[in-house]
């Protein structure tokens, strides 16, 4: 389908039409790992999460509002007791699944579940290749070990299993080790080197950044990452000006569902959503795919009128939530759109 190029014409579609066709469910916002640089925060109780019931209603309505990929993330999903059930429920619905999980919670019967059950993928969460990093960086001991016993369960089972890492000052050392260990398992990888304020508004992750020549300089080690950042690049350019705060697919044909039921055009918005809990999906969408709609920025502002804006990696959400100005961009990540724009342009 991808490559036949049906699932980007049916998106077009869906935003012509205003379609939820894709979406983000995090089930929980608890974790049994305690990242230091996590956007989610400390917010461990499960008071107030949707019930089993409500999230299968839910998933009944995404379905019948035209959502057909969804991804579940977290938080961990897998810390979820009714996961299995809200998993198949989703299958049930004619979904295209994801899961987003650190894999120290994937039990022989979860493996079991997406054997059966197949997700497009599984994306696992990878911050260290020494048990010591990891204890750091995940502050669990057995971190780095739980993870792995967890991805062997998904290979044995041939489950297509992807793997992620945030570049941070605490493993930027051994990042070539982490990068070596996603070979040496034969699995995709990819890394974020922008790490942001927690949805709360706390700031302390930032103090975990990498400067961003160093950041830019091991994200571009890769050709294919640096070749990805140019087409990117080439891409953005073609596009003409545009007011709307929104130039993703935010709101358009993406959302993003909170563990309490909080609808968001994403989820690094920082506005309150609308509650599809007391309403109901369908209008809780409206009301957000409204907003996008009607949410508009100065063309001609410095973060906008950059020309490395669209290489930073920020968009009006994240401004937001890092300088409580949605047409202010950091200075980091500015700074890591121009380090991205030097090497780009040297090539």
Not at 25 to 45: K, N, Q, S, V
Not at 58 to 66: E, P, R, S, T, V
Not at 264 to 276: I, K, L, Q, W
Request: with cysteine.
């Amino acid at each position: 389908m991808q490559a036949g190029g049906f699932f980007p014409r049916l998106v077009r579609k869906a935003e012509a039409a205003g379609v939820p066709i894709s979406g983000t469910f995090d089930l929980t916002w608890r974790c049994c790992f305690r990242c230091l640089h996590c956007y989610a925060g400390p917010a461990r109780d499960r008071r107030g999460e949707l019930t089993t019931a409500e999230a299968l209603d839910l998933l009944d309505q995404m379905a019948a509002a035209g959502c057909l990929d969804l991804l579940f993330s977290g938080g961990d999903p897998l810390l979820r007791r009714d996961f299995e059930r809200i998993y198949r429920h989703a299958r049930e619905c004619g979904m295209f699944l994801k899961v987003f999980t650190n894999a120290a919670l994937v039990s022989e019967r979860i493996a079991d579940l997406f054997a059966d059950y197949a997700p497009d993928y599984v994306e696992v969460s990878l911050y260290a290749a020494t048990d010591a990093t990891a204890a750091i960086v995940t502050g669990d001991p057995q971190g780095l070990r739980r993870t792995l016993r967890g991805i062997d369960r998904l290979r044995r089972r041939g489950v297509r299993v992807r793997l992620k890492s945030v570049l941070m000052a605490t493993n930027a050392a051994e990042f070539p080790a982490i990068e070596a260990l996603a070979t040496s398992l034969g699995l995709p990888f990819r890394m974020d080197v922008a790490i942001l304020p927690r949805l709360n508004g706390d700031m302390a992750p930032l103090a975990l950044r990498v400067p961003a020549e160093e950041a830019v300089r091991i994200e571009f080690s890769d050709p294919e990452r640096r070749q990805k950042w140019a087409r990117y690049l080439e891409q953005l350019r073609k596009m003409p000006p545009t007011n709307a705060r929104f130039v993703c697919k935010a709101g358009r044909t993406d959302f993003h569902l909170d563990p309490y039921g909080i609808l968001r055009p994403c989820v690094m918005f920082p506005g309150g959503g609308s509650n599809a809990r007391v309403l109901s999906f369908s209008e809780a969408w409206r009301q957000v795919s409204t907003l996008v709609k009607k949410a508009t920025i100065a063309v001609d502002v410095s973060c906008r009128s950059c020309n490395n804006n669209a290489l930073s990696g920020s968009c009006s959400a994240v401004a937001e939530l890092e300088t409580g100005f949605a047409d202010r961009c950091s200075g980091y990540l500015c700074d890591l759109g121009r380090e991205r724009a030097d090497l780009v342009g040297s090539q």
